[in-house]
């Protein structure tokens, strides 16, 4: 090999190595700019994730300090607390009226007093979901502060319901904090 050549071949091996590194340095720092917001990207759906935590942390604090149904049932008659187990029945004749026991859990949360203001709503809906009778009514109540246990009817007069099926939902509210539940839907029949 002739000097000359040998020295075209050093100058062509440096200038192709710096253009190489130049490559390198390129591919590098666009890896870090995908890397940087793949991480961005996830540290912003962790922060949604939180705050949709957050507010269902939120919502159950606010269920658990207000009322909380435990029972729905109908019932022949309603006279005292545990009628809604005791009395309970899921078909009524045509015509009959309607009463409906609602029971349900209200954490004082150490207060002194145990008077409660709350709403009661019974909603009667038919097999296709439309709303065929409703009935609310507010009462003032005393719990007794260690049982913290509640048990209403809501009457129905003539209801009019012709034979067939329907289900029955219940919505319990505080008056005073407007904290609320609702219950998941009873099924009767109506023979």
Known sequence: MHRRELLALCGLAGVSGCLGYDLVERETVADRRVRLAELEATVEAREERIETLE????????????????????????????????????????GDPLTVAVNFTYPLGGESTSRV????????????GRRVARNEREVRLFVDP???LAELPVRFGEPGLSPGRYAATARVVDRVTGLETTSDDVAFRVR
């Open 55 to 94: 507010r269902e942390v939120e919502r159950l604090r606010r269920r658990l300090a207000g009322p909380r149904v435990n029972s729905v049932s109908l019932v022949e008659s309603w006279e005292r607390v545990g009628d809604v187990v005791v009395r309970g029945t899921s078909d009524v004749a045509a």
């Open 146 to 148: 260690d049982a913290t």
């Open 117 to 128: 203001d709350v709403a009661l709503a019974v909603t009667v809906t038919d097999a296709d």
